[in-house]
Each structure stands twice: as C-alpha cells, then as structure tokens.
C-alpha cells in the first residue's frame, strides 16, 4: 500500500470523506487522493515523495508559487511579534490601501476570513443598504457556501450532482433567483418582472468554478445598466480573478470594453492573503459605512484582519506589482494552453482552451462554452482519463472539470514545456482507446 493510500483510510475514519474541502476526495475522478507533505515554487510532494508541477496553486492564493523567500519572511517576523490580538493593528490599514490603491472602484474594505464569509456579508449589506430581499445569481458560479447562495452553484457541487444542497430550507433560498450566465435576456426579463425587489446581482467575472467561462461584455455590460437603473447593486466576485487575471482584477479588464464600468461591491480572497485564510469585500463609502459599528448591517470576525495572514497578504500583493509581472505570467500559461492545445491537436482529441493572466481553462469539447449547460457537455470519462494520466506523470491538474487551473509566477518554461510532453504522451494513449 502506498503511503497515500494508508493515510486516506486512516482520514476517512475521522474526518468526513478523509478531506476537509469535497473537491480534494479525488471523488469525481476517482482514484486516492495525494497527501501533500510539502511544497516549493512550482512542485508539491506527496506523503509517498513523488513530486508534482503544481497547477492548483492552493486554489488561486500562490500566484508566487509556494513558499517564495519573502513571503517566508513576512509571516516569521509576524509570528515573531504575535498570532493574534482581536484588536485593530496598522498592518490592516496597510493592506486595505495597498487594494484600494489597485482597484480603485472600492473607498472602503472590510477583512473577513474566506471568500465564503466575504460573499455571505457582501450579500447582507446589499441588502441592508436597499431595504430588498431579492438576489440573482448565475447557474454555474459559486460565491462560497453560505446558504442563501447554494444555489446551482459549479465546482465541487456541481461535481456531486446536487442542484442544492440538503440543510438548506426552501424559504432561505426562495430569494435567490439562479439565471443563465452570458444570457442577456434572462436578465432583462428578471429585472422587468422584479426590479425594484431586487437588492443584488452576484457574478463571477471570469467564473471559474464552471471551468473557465468569461462573461461577455455584452453580459456584462447589460448586469451593469440594469442593476443601476433599479436601484440594485452589482457585487463582483473576484475571489478567484482578484489580482490573479491582472493586477486590477478582471474589472479592470472589462472597464476596458465597458465605458464608466465599476462594480458595486467587490469580493476578494485567495491571493490576498497569500495561501493565509484572508478575503475581503468593499465598495463605495456610503455603502460600507452601513456595516457595524456605524451602521445597521453586522459583521463580525474573532480573526478577522489577523496579523499573520495580513502581513502575507500584504508580502504577496507587493510582489506582485513589479513591473512586467502580469504579463510574464500570462505569457507562461499561454505557453501551456497553446501547449495543451497542439498536443490535443495532434492526437486528434477535441480540446479548447483559454486563459487570462494566472488563470486558465480547458475543455474536451469543439467550442468554448458559454454557459453551465454547455460546460456539461463534457465527457467526464474522457477528462478522468486526462486527469489521471498526468497525475501518474507528475503533473497536478485539478481533480474535475469544473475548476479552472492556475500558473504561478515560479513555473518555468522547462516546466510548462516538461507539462505539454505529459499531455503529448497522455493524449496518445488516450486516442489509442
Ligand atoms: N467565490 C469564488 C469565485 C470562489 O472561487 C470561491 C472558492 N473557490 C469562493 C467564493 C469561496 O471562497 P472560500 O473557499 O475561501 O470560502
């Protein structure tokens, strides 16, 4: 028995599942799951000491790779000085400027401790600020776990074919209108029968929790108009796109195409806190300022803004802006896509592909999808062939299709190029049926 193996009967014994997050059960693709001992730069190892090239990157937060020497020392001088103080600290003043700074949409952030929380309360307070109860989502994005947004979520629920989860009463979710991502006319139709209910739209830029799925500027541009006409606020999620597809978040990209774009609120997470459980939400003053103490919206944490994590957020985030970073790094996972792609190609495996900055998708399928529905187009025998066929050659790709993938700044090309010469060998054996 490997040493994987032993420990993941040993976690399924007292821990449900064996994992502390469904998606790392390995279920969907089956198979027994690697436990990670370690992890430098561009490589994890695993309890039986194979090495892996990293394409999770913990989810989103190792934009840098793991255990970049700064980051190292950051959080040791923060250890040095105390774990926690449940008090206020001027490295948290720090950080939220170093954001407002990048993206300036926000004036006011508040520290939570994972997108989930961040999410959940952005969802109150744009509720609290309209006096409304409705909220729309889209089919496919998932904002974190809170109840009233488990609904049609992609990712690990999608994976475990619930269309909600159970614990969730009907009454807690009977606000939450789910529509179709990228559908224009789902949403004016909503907001011609609801309006002036509606408190909020949530979305996912780039969602990455269907894969990898843009949403287009006309999608985009019609959530923007429509939720100001009615007096709703338009909430981004940017937990997985947040200074990951560019330095300004995805809503700089599409404040680009989309003249005088500017969410509402904005919801961060994973690399602002540098693989530290570290997220936040923001947005104008005067909606910020409704939250508890000012205001009538509470909002709490006994480790929010803890200074460990703050001070590795803070490392990571100014790390990140040296000069040419983000297009390095999108030149690296372009290399992999177009990579993965040819070597598709070659084998005559239908395969798609595309990216943004740090952050990629792939689908087995003749066009990029658009939405949910298609994105399950998908063969899932044919991507669990894919999956495990790279993991036995070293290289960790997500363990379902619904995940987007992600390209650290430590990957080199030798390892990019090393990547597409395991997919070239597992798409050959793949066509050889
Ligand atoms: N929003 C998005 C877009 C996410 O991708 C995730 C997690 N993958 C969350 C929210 C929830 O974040 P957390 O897991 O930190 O609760």
Known sequence: ????????????????????????????????????????????????????????????????????????????AAVDEGLSFGAPTEREIALVEEILRLMPSMEMVRLV????????????????????SKIIKFEGCYHGHADALLVKAGSGLATFGHATSA??????????????????????????????????????????????VRASVPFMAAARR?????????????????FRVALGGAQSLYAQAIEGFAPD??????????????????????????????GAVYQAGTL????????????????????????????????LTTGLQNAAQAAGIAMRV????????????????????????????LFNRFFHGMLRRGIYFAPALYEAGFVSAAHSEQDVADTVDAARETFAEMANG
Not at 113 to 132: F, H, V
Not at 173 to 184: A, G, R, S
Not at 318 to 333: E, M, N, S, V, Y
């Open 167 to 212: 614990g969730v009463p009907p009454e807690v979710v009977q606000d939450t209108l789910v529509l179709e991502y990228n559908n224009v006319q789902q949403l004016e139709e909503a907001f011609a029968r609801f309006g002036s209910d509606i408190a909020c739209v949530i979305m996912e830029p780039i969602a990455g929790n269907m894969n990898f």
């Open 265 to 294: 609120l904005t919801v961060l997470g994973k690399v602002i806190g540098g693989g530290m459980p570290l997220a936040a939400f923001g947005g104008p003053r005067a909606v910020m300022e409704q939250l508890a103490p000012q």
């Open 1 to 76: 028995m490997t040493q994987n193996s032993i420990l993941f009967e040993r976690a399924q014994r007292s821990i449900p599942g064996g994992v502390n997050s469904p998606v790392r059960a390995f279920k969907a693709v089956g198979g027994t799951p690697a436990f990670i001992t370690r992890a430098q730069g561009a490589y994890m190892w695993d309890a039986d000491g194979k090495r892996y090239i990293d394409y999770i990157g913990s989810w989103g937060p190792m934009i840098l790779g793991h255990g970049h020497p700064q980051v190292r020392e950051a959080v040791h």
């Open 304 to 335: 929010s803004g803890n200074p460990v994590a703050t001070a590795c957020g803070l490392a990571t985030l100014r790390l990140i802006q040296q000069p040419g970073f983000h297009d390095q790094l999108a030149a690296r996972t372009r290399q």
């Open 113 to 132: 401790n994972s997108g989930t929380e961040a999410s959940m309360s952005a969802i109150r307070l744009a509720r609290g600020a309209t006096g409304r």
């Open 226 to 242: 429509l939720t100001r006409t009615a007096g709703a606020l338009l909430i981004i999620d940017e937990v997985m796109t947040g």
């Open 354 to 381: 595309d990216s943004e900055g740090g952050l990629f998708g792939f689908f087995l399928l003749p066009t990029l999808p658009q939405n949910y529905r298609e994105v399950l187009k998908t063969d899932g025998t």
